[in-house]
C-alpha cells in the first residue's frame, strides 16, 4: 500500500490543522494506522493509532487531549486533527500502515508516507 500525508504547513501556537493520509494501491480497511513524528535530532515518535475497525484510538502523552485520529475506510483515508498546537508539536509527520492488529512501535509498520512538515511558531 502507498500513503500519501498532506495537510501541513506553518501555524502559530494555539492554532488547529488537519492532517491526511490518503492509501492506493492495495488498499484494505484490514489495515491499521498510526501517526509518527520525528523532530530535528529527535527519534521518531508515536503520535496516534486507528485499528482498521476505527473504534479505538490511542494516542501518545504528548497529544492526548488535543490530537484525534480518524479514518474514512470508503476514501482510504486517515486524518489526523490537531487542536491547541505547541511549538512542539513541530516536526515531520508521517503516517504509517500494517496489515492487522494495531501497534504503537514504528518498526511494526511496513509502509510509510513521505511525511508532511508542520511548524508551529510561538
Known amino acids: 500500500v502507498q500513503l500519501q500525508a498532506s495537510g501541513g504547513g506553518l501555524v502559530q501556537a494555539g492554532a488547529s490543522l488537519r492532517l491526511s493520509c490518503a492509501a492506493s494501491?492495495?488498499?484494505?480497511?484490514?489495515?491499521?494506522m498510526a501517526w509518527f513524528r520525528q523532530a530535528p535530532g529527535k527519534e521518531r515518535e508515536f503520535v496516534a493509532a486507528i485499528p482498521w475497525g476505527g473504534d479505538l484510538t490511542d494516542y501518545g502523552d504528548s497529544v492526548k487531549g488535543r490530537f484525534t485520529t480518524s479514518r474514512d475506510n470508503a476514501k482510504n483515508t486517515v486524518y489526523l486533527q490537531m487542536n491547541s498546537l505547541k511549538p512542539e508539536d513541530t516536526a515531520v509527520y508521517y503516517c504509517?500502515?500494517?496489515?492487522?492488529?494495531?501497534?504503537?512501535?514504528?518498526?511494526?509498520?511496513?509502509?510509510w508516507g513521505q511525511g508532511t512538515q508542520l511548524t508551529v511558531s510561538s
Open positions: 494501491g492495495r488498499t484494505s480497511s484490514f489495515y491499521s
Open positions: 504509517a500502515a500494517k496489515p492487522g492488529i494495531w501497534s504503537v512501535y514504528a518498526r511494526d509498520f511496513g509502509s
